[in-house]
Every structure is written in C-alpha cells, then in structure tokens.
C-alpha cells in the first residue's frame, strides 16, 4: 500500500490577514514543509502533499474564530462571494487520498473559492 501525508494549509499561507499572523505563520511553515519533506522522501515512495483552503464555515468561526462584526460578511470577498462548506474540501482529500493522484507530490491544492494560490 502506497505511503502518503495530506497536510492542511491555509490560503493564509499565502495571502496572510493581519490579524491572523501566528495562525498564518505556521500555515506556511506547513507548505514549506510539505514541498521538502516531499522531495526528502520521495525516493522512497512517499507522497506529501496539502489542502490549502480559502474561509470555510466550521464551528471556529461563531467561536471567536472570526470577530462577531466579521461573522455576516465572512468568505463574501471570494471570487465565489461565500464561504465553502467542509464538504466542500474533503474531495481535496479524497483526490490526493486516491490513486488518481499516484504522480502527485509536493503539491498544494488550493480550494478557495476562486482566490488563487501563487
């Protein structure tokens, strides 16, 4: 059975809120460490890959995940003008999960609502 990791990102990773700079900090260590762990361990048939999504509704947000004035607005400056759903990134998952993705490594997906990933 192939080995592989799916790490979780952020859009944040690359497009940093003021606001957010420990939570976007380590969302980008985690793109750093995907692409080099993935080139580490690749001769060994390892995938590393990661989901980078973009403002997905969760219980965080109501929970001082956003401020409460930011709530009603929250995911309307997406391309799409919403946030995703949950159900709406775990096919992220599932493709790097699947055998469809064999050729895939050290890569991130975005799944942002239409914000690019540079």
Do not use: C
Not at 13 to 38: C, E, G, H, N, R
Not at 56 to 65: A, E, F, I, N, R
Not at 78 to 87: E, I, K, W
């Amino acid at each position: 059975m192939p080995v592989l990791l799916i790490n979780t990102a952020s859009i944040q990773s690359y497009q940093p809120s003021p606001q957010l700079l420990d939570y976007a900090s380590t969302k980008a260590a985690i793109v750093a460490f995907t692409k080099a762990l993935a080139k580490q361990v690749a001769e060994k048939g390892i995938r590393v890959n990661a989901v980078a999504p973009g403002p997905v509704w969760t219980p965080l947000q109501p929970s001082h995940g956003q401020p409460a004035e930011a709530i009603p607005k929250f995911g309307e400056q997406t391309p799409l003008g919403r946030p995703g759903q949950p159900a709406e990134v775990a096919p992220a998952y599932v493709f790097f999960a699947s055998q469809e993705s064999s050729y895939v490594t050290a890569e991130v997906l975005g799944v942002t609502g239409g914000n690019h990933l540079p």
